[in-house]
């Protein structure tokens, strides 16, 4: 049972480069989530889903865009990467029960991200 | 979304008790408590989630007091291996709400 699984876990880029992240998950979760996080800080929340075909915005969704095409899969994509984006970037997920979110998230390992 | 304040940091010593209290003083009627633990160079870990009164799991201990404006996390004899970044988080449980996690405490144990 993998979990929640990350991809790649380390890029390097060149600004004005694009590149897609690919978050997978196995647990047939309802929601999932883009955070970043920066050193020395909190996580911050980049976009966010609850389920298949849905998207929303979090705390911090300029010049990021995400796709949930399929349930088990949450893409992020920058389009052109600045150095402000650098950072460690987190995938998580989250199940549903009674209708209500749980709020007890799952964290994948991380992709960390270099801007040049 | 009920703003948490918690201490930036905090130290102790293996084999003490360790509390960490969260301060959320506009908690809302349907927010729960939940806390997470992160390691260095790992994704948090779910630890704790209360709505009020206590809640004890095989990790640690959430103290809630009756007017819920802030919760205390209770670790029993702590060991080198715990320290750690704790988040204390408060929210509801709509599908759409978002899940916001602020600063952190840094706990770090000292043999």
């Known amino acids: 049972n993998a979990g929640v699984t990350q991809t790649p876990k380390f890029r390097v880029l060149k600004t004005g480069q694009s590149m897609t992240l690919l978050c997978a998950q196995d647990?047939?979760?309802?929601?999932m989530y883009w955070y970043r996080q920066d050193p020395g800080m909190g996580l911050r929340l980049i976009h966010y889903?609850?389920?298949?075909?849905?998207?929303a915005k979090g705390e911090v969704p300029d010049g990021y865009n995400v796709s949930r095409l399929k349930k088990q899969n949450f893409l992020l994509g920058l389009e052109s990467a600045a150095p402000s984006q650098t950072s460690v970037y987190f995938c998580?997920?989250?199940?549903?029960?009674?209708?209500?979110?749980?709020?007890?998230?799952?964290f994948g390992e991380g992709s960390r991200l270099t801007v040049l | 979304l009920a703003k948490t304040t918690q201490p930036i940091s905090m130290d102790s010593y293996e084999g003490q008790e360790v509390n960490i209290t969260c301060s959320h003083n506009?908690?809302?009627?349907?927010?729960?408590i939940t806390w997470y633990q992160q390691f260095p160079s790992q994704g948090p870990r779910f630890i704790i989630q209360?709505?009020?009164t206590k809640v004890t799991n095989e990790v640690a201990s959430l103290f809630i007091p009756a007017d819920r404006k802030s919760s205390t996390l209770s670790l029993p004899r702590v060991s080198l291996s715990d320290t750690a970044v704790y988040y204390c988080?408060?929210?509801?449980?709509?599908?759409?709400?978002?899940?916001?996690f602020g600063k952190g405490t840094r706990l770090h144990i000292l043999p």
């Open positions: 998580a997920s989250s199940y549903e029960a009674g209708g209500l979110n749980t709020g007890e998230l799952f």
């Open positions: 647990m047939n979760h309802e929601y």
């Open positions: 889903s609850v389920g298949e075909g849905t998207t």
């Open positions: 506009n908690i809302a009627t349907n927010d729960y």
């Open positions: 209360g709505y009020k």
């Open positions: 988080l408060v929210g509801n449980m709509n599908r759409d709400d978002k899940i916001i």
